[in-house]
Antibody, heavy 121, light 108 residues
C-alpha cells in the first residue's frame, strides 16, 4: 500500500523559507504514469495546488506561486521536497504531498496526512 | 481558463439524492475528478474521469460531464457522506492542476 508522509517545521518566521519533505513508501517516485506534488489548504479554506513533477521530465508550478517555489527530488531516499521562500501569514496552511495522474483525467489517488505550517513570529 | 466553480453548500435529506456541480471551460477538454474531505482528514478520491470509482467507494457515488459542467451525484445519501467535496481538473493550458472552491454537503 502506497504511503506518503510529510515532515518539516510546524512554525516558520515571516520572510523565511518554508521547507517540507515527503517520504514515499510502498512505491517509487521514479515509476511511470504518476506525478507527485504538493497541495495546501489554509485553515477553513479550500485546496490550492502548489506544484508537481514527473520523474526526469516535467515540473509544473502554480503560476501564482512560481516565483517562490522549488520542488526537488531525492530518488535515493524516495523523497521529494518543497521550498517556499519569503513566506507571509498567507502561507499558513496544512500542506499535503500527493500522487496524481496528469492525463485527460487528473485525479489525486494518494494523499499524505498533511502537516500544518504556521507562519508567525 | 484557470477556474472551476462550485456551489458553496448544499443539503440533502437522509436517503435522498443530491447532485453537486463543477463548472469550468477546461472541462470541455479534461475530465473532472472529485474528492471528499471530512473535518481534520486529508481528502479522499471518490470519482475520477468518466465515472470511475476507486476500490472501496460505494456505488451511490457517480459522476458525469456535460459540456463545461461536471457533476457528482450521491444517490441515497448517508449520514457519513456529510463532508466537503472538491472537484479538480487541469486548466486550459493543460500544465496546471486546478481545484473548485468546494461544496459543503449537509445530510439532514
Amino acid at each position: 500500500q502506497l504511503r506518503l508522509q510529510e515532515s518539516g517545521p510546524g512554525l516558520v518566521q515571516p520572510s523565511e523559507t518554508l521547507s517540507l519533505t515527503c517520504t514515499v513508501s510502498g512505491g517509487s517516485i521514479s515509476s511511470s504514469n504518476y506525478y507527485w506534488g504538493w497541495i495546501r489548504q489554509p485553515p477553513g479554506k479550500g485546496l490550492e495546488w502548489i506544484g508537481s513533477f514527473y520523474y526526469l521530465a516535467s515540473t509544473y508550478y502554480n503560476p501564482s506561486l512560481k516565483s517562490r517555489v522549488t520542488i526537488s527530488v531525492d530518488t535515493s531516499k524516495n523523497q521529494f521536497s518543497l521550498k517556499l521562500t519569503s513566506v507571509t501569514a498567507a502561507d499558513t496552511a496544512v500542506y499535503y504531498c500527493a500522487r496524481h495522474w496528469f492525463t485527460a483525467v487528473t485525479h489525486i489517488d494518494y494523499w499524505g496526512q498533511g502537516t500544518l505550517v504556521t507562519v508567525s513570529s | 481558463s484557470s477556474e472551476l466553480t462550485q456551489d458553496p453548500a448544499v443539503s440533502v435529506a437522509l436517503g435522498q439524492t443530491v447532485r453537486i456541480t463543477c463548472q469550468g471551460d477546461s472541462l470541455r477538454t479534461y475530465y473532472a475528478s472529485w474528492s471528499q474531505q471530512k473535518p481534520g482528514q486529508a481528502p479522499m478520491l471518490v470519482i475520477y474521469g468518466n465515472n470511475g470509482r476507486p476500490s472501496g467507494i460505494p456505488d451511490r457515488f457517480s459522476g458525469s460531464t456535460s459540456g463545461n459542467t461536471a457533476s457528482l451525484t450521491i444517490t441515497g445519501a448517508q449520514a457519513e457522506d456529510e463532508a466537503d467535496y472538491y472537484c479538480n481538473s487541469r486548466d486550459s493550458s493543460g500544465n496546471h492542476l486546478i481545484f473548485g472552491g468546494g461544496t459543503k454537503v449537509t445530510v439532514l
